[in-house]
């Protein structure tokens, strides 16, 4: 909220918003545009951050290239979730997550498209006397949408239209070679992680901010190694890479994450389906009553979806988005990103975002309006 002041834009804090099973989440709202106040009606957008994001991924990049701000500006009614566990949202009715460890960060990204998405949405409709918003999702932020659309599907009559940047629901193309690398040790990992009581993963810490601040600045020695740090996990685009911003983005990230986040995708690009966690065996035939766990069935997605990938995007590969597109019953926009360049963290970050992708998701939700 001190960014959003800071940038001259009314903010408000809808917190401890209660989900089904305890999580306490935290939404931003930008109710106005900067230089209209009217509450006039305006149609609602949730924004819903990837792994490791949280709600100021959205405004970042200042109000000229902020996908939240634009939207306001252009007589949107703005809301930014936090999923559970990120550092707005690190709070449970009865568990703390620094003691209760093992029971509070037992959840993946199923729990979050399952329980807090749906909750946001109907807490949203139930402020602004709604039926229906728009949402749009970064990565995971996608990845949770189609769960919740699939497993919830009496929610697709509540979205206008879901917005898709960086599509990720299978990952079995997935290039990042450090995630291709662990898939193959699952269990290790999973076994470590019990072992040494590791439930949560890149917590939120003032070491983050220390770092970026100096390091990755124009001018500074160390500018060049610092981006290709940074390109590393994404896509090399090391052009489009604002190091003013740097400081900005670590001020808030990473917001944290349960390592079953991470598990749940490394057993994606394993097996190669888009399916409820894998518990193993004996657990899985409690669970879901069957040795592995169910897939997702993408047809029970109703809503228009509209998608936007990119060929340098390490971690959403455009034959998984192709696949996922054959699936997806109500594909209204496939949207290739014409920049040859353009990389998973350039959905919010690129020097040139407008250009390259905002103009076309204003336009395209207008159409929806
Ligand atoms: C707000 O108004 C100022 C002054 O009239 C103008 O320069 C600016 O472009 C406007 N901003 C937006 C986002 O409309
Ligand atoms: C975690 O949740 C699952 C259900 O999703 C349950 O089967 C399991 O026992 C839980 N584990 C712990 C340690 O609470
Ligand atoms: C460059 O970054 C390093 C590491 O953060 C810092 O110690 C140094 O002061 C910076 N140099 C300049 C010129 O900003
Ligand atoms: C980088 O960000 C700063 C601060 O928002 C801005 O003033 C500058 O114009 C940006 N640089 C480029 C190349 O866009
Ligand atoms: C998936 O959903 C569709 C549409 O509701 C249904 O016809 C189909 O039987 C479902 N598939 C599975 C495997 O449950």
């Known amino acids: 909220d001190e960014i959003i002041t800071a940038d001259g834009y009314h903010v408000q ?50 109000p000229e290239k902020s996908l939240a701000y634009l939207l306001a500006d252009r007589g949107f009614d703005v809301w930014m979730g936090n999923a559970r566990g990120t550092t707005w949202s690190r709070k449970h009715n009865v568990l703390d997550p620094d003691v209760d460890k093992q029971d509070y960060w037992n959840f993946s990204w199923h729990e979050i498209g399952y329980y807090d998405l749906p909750r946001l949405i109907d807490y949203i409709l139930e402020n602004t006397k709604s039926e229906q918003l728009f949402y749009v999702g970064h990565s995971q932020g996608t990845t949770s949408f189609y769960v919740m659309a699939s497993e919830r599907p009496e929610y697709n009559k509540k979205i206008k239209l879901a917005v898709s940047l960086a599509p990720v629901a299978y990952v079995e193309n997935v290039k990042y ?42 001018g500074n020695e160390t500018e060049d190694t610092c981006k290709n740090l940074l390109s590393g996990g994404t ?13 900005v983005i670590a001020s808030n990230s990473p917001s944290g994450a349960s390592t079953k986040q991470f598990l749940h995708f490394l057993q994606g690009i394993k097996s190669g389906e888009f399916k409820q966690y894998d518990h193993g065996e ?43 597109t054959e699936e997806l019953p109500n594909v209204v926009v496939k949207h290739l990103i014409e920049y040859e360049h353009f990389n998973h963290m350039d959905y919010l970050f690129a020097i040139d975002v407008v250009k390259f992708l905002y103009n076309d998701i204003l336009n395209c939700m207008n159409m929806f309006t």
């Open 282 to 324: 004996f657990e899985n035939l409690l669970k879901y009553k069957q040795k592995t766990p169910p897939s997702y069935n993408l047809t029970q997605i109703t809503a228009p979806v509209a998608l936007y990938y990119a060929k340098n995007d390490l971690k959403s590969d455009i034959i998984d988005v192709q696949r996922l």
């Open 177 to 218: 070679r450090l995630y291709r690398l662990l898939s193959n040790f699952i269990q290790t990992a999973e076994w470590l992680m019990k072992r040494f009581n590791i439930y949560e993963l890149f917590r939120y810490s003032e070491f983050y901010r220390f770092l970026a601040l100096d390091a990755c600045k124009d």
């Open 13 to 62: 804090n809808h917190i401890d918003i209660k989900t089904e099973d305890g999580y306490l989440l935290t939404l931003h709202r930008i109710p106005s545009g900067k230089n209209n106040s009217d509450i006039k009606r305006r149609p609602s957008v949730l924004l819903m951050h990837g792994l490791l994001g949280g709600s100021a991924d959205w405004v970042s990049m200042g």
């Open 235 to 247: 896509g090399k685009d090391v052009e489009q890479i604002n190091g003013t911003i740097i400081p």
